[in-house]
């Protein structure tokens, strides 16, 4: 080995520890160990030079000598160079510590050795003397060797088992899994691990990425979208993935016979078919969606579990069924009970759990006690959990905003908007939130891209909020009327709004609550016979268009069955910002509008956002990669149950 590296002409920039100690003869027979032994402190490399030298007297019966070696670089942090070295006018640059110059001859004179004898001649023939008593060497250290090896200690603990079975706990289980009835809840949840999408949400955002899609591109009117299907998927029956399935997929949606149960086609492409005219496949692996009119929110709807691509199948048993190009696949289906299993061979990264179980769970008393037992490893409560220990929460999609009826005085009047928001104190709305949701101080959730993080729109001080409302007109004797909603809800919406008359009566404005049945206050909403209103609104599929468009447009704020724009403000320059976001198809210059459009909200404050509320799991020690998404359509593929040693569980 070292015969050949000196014959190739290698400096030992990395020697292997073989060739060490070949050459720590000559290391230890180099001029500096007089430096070394004289100066024992001045330089950094004694202390390797003295390790060499240990080694030689090891190894001095065994090697044979070997005559110096003019090292010139053996010290790297030191000024001092091999006083031979550069008597040959050659100095190199230190640096290595092991880098060697050209070859020099070794000194002459010394007896039984010829005038111009090299070092690695002389290696040559040390080695070779070396592989004649190397089997010598090896002999010696066998028998010398202890009889018997000291008893190894007890091995530690090993780490705990993992379990590949997850069981989930979520508050009802679909008895078929069609993930185009419904847009939030559970069957999105499950049908988010069973059938992919085009495009997926990226994690703690709306923001989208590459799934079955690898790219896509839209035409120059923007009325066409072409979608690149990726190679190698399969249907969960081993059949290839293609653009004709995507298509039938799609249309199956809207097509006569299966509007009446898709819920999710209607609202995220503006009805049926909505802004789609039709979906088509170009060729085997590209689908086109052809639009009514340029529609730029398409992208991110697509990303939602209602889209997933799926193929209907004729079971064994003759009635027909859907699977999907997911990681797992539905094996099992039963009362309260719904089970998964991973499928091999996925296109993405393959889960790390090899079997989910979503199981019914009620209430907090039968998830603490499945939980305790092991029989449950995470719950997704409706709301927040009554157990504080392993609970995990992530803002979410669901916005509480205040909605001013502006063509009534005195919220006509863009001052008194403001002087309400700034007597709001978060602080105060927060404690009545409770766990169920947080204060929200932007017109955007968080995980939402495009959101502007800008000034706090709520709270201000008492002497702002006295200037605003004198500026605004504000009389002593009103009292408006705050309706509110009765309806269900993780938020106590009465509560929130007791917390909201209180903040506004400490300073000077009083309101008088009004509770309504959620039918009778929307047709109260509708007719526009309110003040003012304590609502919720979802932001569905993700993309700020079909959450800041039917609250803030002209086109919304028609009174009737079609308002969804409850504050009937009316606003050209919002229109045109909001119009404008929803047909460019430049995701960048989207963002650029609705940054505008939310400092346009901000500065007129047609509504205020209140709180938004919080995405909820319980999960028991052990649950490891258990990623929380704004959307809610968590993410399984990471999830892993740490089983204690020993444990059949």
Not at 129 to 135: A, E, I, K, Q
């Amino acid at each position: 080995m070292l015969e050949s590296d000196m014959e190739a002409g290698r400096n030992f920039e990395n020697p292997s520890r073989l060739g060490l100690l070949f050459l720590s003869n000559s290391f230890i027979a180099h001029p500096f160990s007089r430096v070394c032994a004289a100066r024992p402190r001045a330089l950094a490399s004694c202390s390797k030079y003295r390790r060499l030298e240990k080694r030689k007297s090891r190894l001095a019966a065994y090697l044979p000598s070997v005559e110096s070696l003019n090292l010139q670089d053996f010290f790297p942090h030191g000024p001092l160079r091999a006083r031979s070295a550069c008597s040959f006018g050659h100095c190199p640059a230190l640096g290595s510590k092991f880098r060697t110059a050209l070859p020099v001859p070794l000194p002459v004179g010394t007896a039984g050795r010829r005038s111009g004898f090299h070092v690695y001649t002389y290696l040559r023939i040390s080695m070779r003397v070396l592989l004649v008593r190397l089997p010598v060497i090896l002999l010696t250290l066998v028998l010398a060797w202890p009889a018997s090896a000291p008893a190894q200690p007890p091995s530690a603990p090993g780490p705990p088992s993992i379990r590949r079975e997850v069981r989930v706990g979520v508050p009802g289980v679909p008895a078929a899994l069609d993930p185009a009835a419904a847009l939030e809840g559970t069957i999105p949840l499950i049908a988010r691990q069973v059938f992919d999408t085009l495009v997926a949400y990226r994690d703690g955002t709306t923001d989208v990425e590459p799934a079955l899609a690898t790219r896509w591109s839209v035409s120059r009117d923007g009325l066409t979208w072409s979608f690149t299907l990726r190679d190698g998927v399969r249907f969960h029956d081993g059949t290839p993935l293609t653009a004709a399935e995507v298509a039938v997929s799609f249309t199956r949606q809207f097509r006569p016979e299966g509007a009446g149960t898709a819920v999710v086609w209607p609202a995220l492409f503006r009805g049926t078919p909505g802004v789609v005219r039709d979906v088509r496949a170009a060729d085997t692996r590209t689908v086109q969606i052809l639009l009514v009119q340029p529609y730029a929110p398409l992208v991110t709807v697509l990303a939602h579990p209602g889209l997933g691509v799926v193929k209907i199948v004729t079971g064994s048993d003759g009635t027909a069924r859907l699977i999907g190009t997911g990681a797992y696949r539905v094996v099992d289906v039963s009362s309260g009970r719904l089970a998964l299993e991973a499928v091999p061979g996925y296109w993405g990264s393959p889960p790390k759990s090899e079997r989910l179980v979503f199981l019914e769970v009620d209430d907090d008393d039968q998830a603490e006690a499945e939980l305790d037992a092991r029989t449950l490893d995470v719950w997704f409560p409706p709301g927040p959990p009554r157990r504080t220990e392993g609970a995990l929460s992530l803002p979410g999609l669901r916005v509480g905003y205040l909605a001013f009826e502006t063509e009534k005085v005195p919220f006509s009047r863009r001052k008194v908007r403001q002087a309400l928001a700034a007597a709001l104190d978060p602080v105060v709305i927060g404690v009545a939130l409770e766990r169920a949701a947080v204060p929200l101080q932007s017109f955007l959730p968080p995980g939402m891209w495009a959101r502007r993080e800008g000034s706090p729109v709520l709270g201000g001080s008492r002497r702002a909020v006295k200037t605003l409302l004198a500026e605004g007109g504000w009389s002593e004797g009103l009292r408006p009327t705050l309706l509110v909603p009765s309806e269900a809800s993780p938020v106590n919406l009465a509560k929130v709004a007791e917390a909201i008359r209180a903040a506004l009566a400490a300073q000077g404005i009083h309101l008088a609550l009004r509770l309504e049945p959620p039918d009778a206050a929307r047709a109260i909403l509708q007719r526009g016979d309110h003040d003012l209103a304590l609502l919720e609104a979802p932001v569905t599929g993700g993309d700020p268009h079909l959450f800041l468009f039917p609250l803030s447009t002209s086109e919304a704020a028609v009174k009737g069955p079609r308002a969804l724009n409850f504050s009937f403000y009316r606003n050209p320059q919002l229109d045109g910002l909001l119009i404008r976001a929803s047909q460019l198809t430049f995701r960048s210059e989207r963002q650029r509008l609705y940054q505008r459009a939310q400092v346009l909200l901000a500065q007129e404050l047609p509504w205020l956002p209140i709180y938004v509320r919080l995405n909820w799991a319980l999960t028991r020690e052990g649950v490891r990669g258990l990623r929380l998404q704004p959307t809610g359509f968590h993410h399984f593929d990471t999830v892993t149950i740490e089983a204690p040693q020993g444990s059949g569980r």
